[in-house]
């Protein structure tokens, strides 16, 4: 009874997934509620349904914030769950080359549920398939949010690709600490005990607003107040 009816609504989810129908969703989901199946349940068939992928992925292409938040919030699935071809919902954002919604990919990474270190078939992080399909945006924001991640692999995986500009991106940063990354993407709030992870071109652009915040050295050019910085020994 309950496969059956999961069975006949699939053209519906499929078609409401594509194009990002919230509502439609969670129509089903609250039928699916009445009928006592779980979500998760519907999730498994519609992997057959959608060329090996979950409804989480799929639902990733359509960039609807609002269907993403709740499939991850309020409809119980596993965002862990792998699809057929053995990736996770992290592999298949990196793993297609696809610029996805940013804020979509931060919110998902977010959830203290998600898995971040998971491997696929070929024993592969997440950071080194997006490596391999040059997203550096992706890349920055997977070790803000605690991935693993090795310089090494990572440059050797862009260069597969010939991605020249991640791999010079990537050598620049090849002794970074994690906290350096965090500092560089906006991550962190300046503070005195990171200040010093800080570019000193941002260090300079934060005195200069202090300066100007407290009314000091008003007299002065902000191109002065950073040639004044310059020769501060704490840059």
């Known amino acids: 009874m309950q496969e059956s009816y999961i069975t006949s609504i699939l053209d519906e989810m499929h078609h409401s997934l594509m194009y990002g129908h919230l509502d439609k969703v969670k129509n089903i989901y609250l039928e699916c509620l009445r009928k006592d199946i779980s979500f998760s349940m519907v999730d498994d068939m519609m992997v057959q349904y959608l060329n090996g992928y979950t409804i989480l992925q799929y639902a990733f292409g359509s960039s609807n914030k609002e269907l993403i938040t709740f499939l991850i919030d309020e409809s119980g699935i596993d965002i862990n769950k792998k699809c057929m071809h053995g990736m996770s919902i992290l592999h298949y954002i990196g793993g297609y080359g696809l610029k996805y919604s940013i804020p979509n990919i931060e919110y998902l990474l977010k959830n203290k549920k998600i898995n971040i270190n998971t491997c696929n078939p070929q ?12 997203m550096k945006d992706y890349v920055q924001l997977l070790i803000c949010y605690g991935s693993e991640y090795n310089i090494e692999k990572c440059i050797i995986r862009a260069s597969y690709c010939h991605n020249n500009s991640l791999i010079e991106w990537f050598d620049k940063r090849r002794y970074w600490k994690r906290i350096k990354f965090q500092c560089e993407s906006g991550f962190c709030l300046w503070s005195t005990d990171n200040h010093i992870y800080w570019t ?11 300066c100007s915040v407290n009314h000091k050295y008003f007299l002065f050019e902000k191109e002065l107040l950073y040639k004044i910085f310059e020769y501060i020994g704490w840059y």
């Open 123 to 134: 024993g592969l992080l997440a950071i080194e398939t997006a490596s391999f399909y040059n």
């Open 200 to 210: 000193p071109e941002y260090k300079k652009m934060v005195f200069t607003l202090l």
